[in-house]
């Protein structure tokens, strides 16, 4: 199957659960407003859902997608996450570290002690310029 | 007192706010990083922009725009250098240079190329500045007449523009715009306090932050991309033999065809959608017509590298037109420009020339100084340029992850945010993999909110007449332009008659 059918199969659900979540906002009554605030959101869900029909009857042949590493790609969201989840508790020094350092490794690079270097050097930077010169506010973690 | 007297005045403030010394570091700053990232395949001024954004927060505004603008103008210049020394273009833009740029590196006459594409870019964008400094103010004046309901037209043109003329499948393209005109319906409606899809998130109530949405795009996506393809892009780059410098001969045949790029380049920067790759197309293909021998394109043309060069630089003048003088960006770099001015609460358009008129004509200055700045400290520094290429794409993508994340965070000091840019550094990935641009999406998050306004705005002064965009002369042509775009291919299909699929 073409993978664009594919794509606009996924994306007409989508366009159909966004309508549906634009038909459940309700207008405020007695407004002197004359377009409230459904129409836009409706209009769009509509034009979405044109566009996922477009593009499942413009597929025609089978096109080679680019060749993903998923495993990269899964890992890398996964350390996305933990960053997310631990940046405050954890402390932007010591969490950025490691993250640049682990995000580095997955991006390929192959040389641990460069990366640690390189990891420990971006996240004292920024901590140096952005914290301590510019007075930002970083999560100060396990170090505050 | 007259129009030119006023320009004179207007310029003279320009020049010593620009001049002032931290202006002018931040404008040095500004064409570096901009080279930087213009040599660097894959960093775009978009996404350079967008990342440092929330960084200069806490800046005057002056200074922010001033080094923008520099990022902008380096960038354009930047791509062309590794175009013409290892085939690889830095951005879309400098890919037609890497055509005769590289041939002409091959046969030795590397020099000459880097040559008339750094002044070619010095002269387009400097003309290309004064241009903008003649255009922007006569488009100001045409739009003090506008309403809600032109603003609304002009807006949806852009992003019919932008989103029909991307590369590969209008439909696509079309997609990408909705996808942003839906991410900008998120968050409580301004005119009635009615949230819409933030599904009990409290996060959400205040809308996809712009500055969010465009670093998880650009950035977050960027790394997404490079995590799963794991593009090595090698090539030793040649060593650039002889001076960096033109002949006689060579001058002869690059002031022309800088000349001719400077003006299709503004143009079509003007136009929203076209943009800096399709500037440098135009302009190869102009030069190939003119030529007198249109062989030796391919083969080391040097008007194949001086055109295109000349009109990506001027595109990005040409580009700052529309967002100047009406607020309306029509390329991914200008709309988040327009998410700039949003962040520090100003609104570009006629208000801005005479509210703000001190931060637009720095901004211009600054222009030309950048475009000074860019010839004297780029053409010594070639060899430094090209050795970022050894900089290991591992790091710098971190790196890159790392300015984006910071960015994200200290805008709100919440995570939440951080996690909103990363879910779109997913979306992004997912859009790049199925060919779907990600320019008209940016464009769409940035205008949509916007466009809802006019719109509605217009529809409660007409009483609820929709015919108020169609009797309104402005906007009824404005409309009538879209409708071509959106019916070009079938237009084009009827005049020049059916042709082979």
Redesign the interface.
């Known amino acids: 199957m073409p993978?664009?059918r594919a794509?606009g199969a996924v994306?007409l659900l989508v366009s159909v659960g966004?309508m549906g979540?634009?038909a459940l906002?309700?207008?405020?009554e007695g407004?002197?407003?004359?377009?409230?605030?459904r129409l836009?959101?409706l209009v769009?869900?509509a034009?979405?859902f044109v566009?996922?029909l477009?593009?499942a009857i413009?597929a025609k042949e089978v096109v080679a997608?680019?060749?993903?590493?998923?495993r990269?790609?899964s890992a890398?969201?996964l350390a996305?996450?933990v960053?997310?989840v631990v940046?405050?508790r954890v402390g932007y020094l010591v969490a950025?570290t490691v993250?640049?350092a682990v995000?580095?490794?997955?991006?390929?690079?192959r040389s641990w002690w460069?990366?640690v270097i390189?990891?420990i050097g971006?996240?004292v930077s920024?901590y140096v310029v952005?914290r301590l010169l510019?007075g930002?506010?970083?999560p100060e973690g396990i170090l505050g | 007192m007259g129009l030119s007297a006023q320009l004179g005045d207007h310029l003279a403030i320009g020049f010593s706010s620009a001049l002032e010394p931290l202006n002018l570091l931040f404008g040095m700053i500004g064409v570096t990083v901009g080279t930087a990232i213009g040599v660097l395949p894959g960093i775009g001024p978009a996404l350079a922009i967008s990342m440092l954004l929330p960084?200069t927060f806490?800046m005057d505004p002056i200074g922010a725009f001033i080094l923008f603008g520099g990022i902008y103008y380096g960038a354009m210049y930047g791509g062309s250098t590794t175009s013409i020394l290892v085939k690889m273009p830095g951005e879309a833009s400098s890919v037609v240079t890497a055509l005769d740029g590289y041939a002409m590196t091959r046969q030795g006459r590397a020099g000459a190329a880097l040559a008339t594409a750094a002044i070619g870019s010095f002269v387009a964008g400097t003309f290309a500045t004064l241009m903008l400094m003649m255009l922007a103010p006569v488009l100001v004046e045409l739009a003090l007449e506008f309403g809600p309901a032109e603003y609304f037209a002009l807006m949806v043109f852009a992003l019919i523009s932008l989103g029909g003329l991307s590369a590969g499948?209008r439909?696509?393209g079309?997609?990408a715009t909705?996808?942003g005109?839906?991410l900008g319906?998120v968050g409580i409606?301004v005119?009635?306090?009615?949230p819409?899809?933030t599904?009990g998130v409290p996060g959400l109530l205040g809308g996809i932050n712009v500055v969010v949405a465009t670093v998880g795009m650009f950035a977050?996506g960027e790394?997404?991309w490079?995590?799963?393809?794991?593009q090595v892009v090698g090539g030793r780059p040649a060593p650039v033999a002889g001076g960096v410098r033109l002949t006689r001969e060579e001058w002869r045949r690059s002031v022309p065809a800088w000349l001719r790029g400077t003006v299709i380049g503004f143009f079509t920067g003007v136009l929203p959608g076209a943009g800096a790759t399709v500037a440098s197309f135009l302009s190869y293909a102009v030069e190939r017509r003119l030529a007198r021998e249109p062989a030796a394109f391919g083969e080391g043309a040097i008007e194949g590298v001086a055109g295109p060069e000349a009109a990506n630089n001027a595109s990005a003048g040409g580009s700052l037109v529309p967002l100047l003088a009406l607020g309306i960006p029509g390329s991914g770099t200008t709309a988040v420009m327009l998410a700039a001015f949003q962040m520090y609460g100003l609104q570009p358009g006629p208000l801005l020339f005479s509210q703000d008129s001190n931060l637009v004509w720095s901004l211009i200055a600054s222009l030309y100084v950048s475009n000074v700045l860019l010839l004297v400290l780029n053409l010594p520094l070639i060899r430094v340029w090209v050795r970022l290429l050894h900089v290991?794409?591992?790091?710098l993508?971190?790196?890159v992850?790392?300015?984006a994340?910071?960015g994200v965070?200290?805008l709100n000091?919440n995570?939440f945010d951080?996690?909103v840019a990363?879910g779109l550094?997913?979306v992004a990935?997912f859009m790049r993999?199925?060919n779907v641009p990600l320019a008209p999406t940016i464009l769409a998050v940035v205008l949509g909110p916007l466009l809802?306004q006019e719109?509605?705005r217009a529809?409660?002064i007409s009483?609820?007449d929709p015919t108020v965009f169609l009797t309104r002369p402005v906007s009824a042509v404005i409309l009538g332009l879209v409708v071509v775009v959106v019916l070009w291919p079938v237009v084009r299909r009827l005049m020049v008659g059916p042709r082979r699929l």
Not at chain 2, 226 to 230: I, P
């Open positions: 993978s664009d794509l994306l966004y979540a634009a906002i309700s207008e405020p407004q002197y407003a004359v377009i409230g605030p836009f959101p769009i869900g034009g979405w566009c996922s477009w593009i413009e997608l680019p060749v993903i590493d998923w990269v790609v890398s969201a996305f996450l960053y997310v940046l405050e950025t993250f640049v995000e580095s490794r997955l991006l390929g690079s460069r990366d390189v990891s971006i996240a920024v952005f510019l930002v506010r970083l | 960084l806490g499948s439909a696509k079309a997609l909705v996808i005109l839906a319906t409606d005119q009635t306090g009615q819409r899809f599904f977050v790394v997404f490079f995590a799963a393809t794991r290991p794409r591992p790091l993508f971190a790196a992850l790392t300015f994340t910071l965070y200290t000091n995570i951080v996690a990363y550094g997913l990935f993999r199925h809802e719109f509605r529809m409660s009483g609820g």
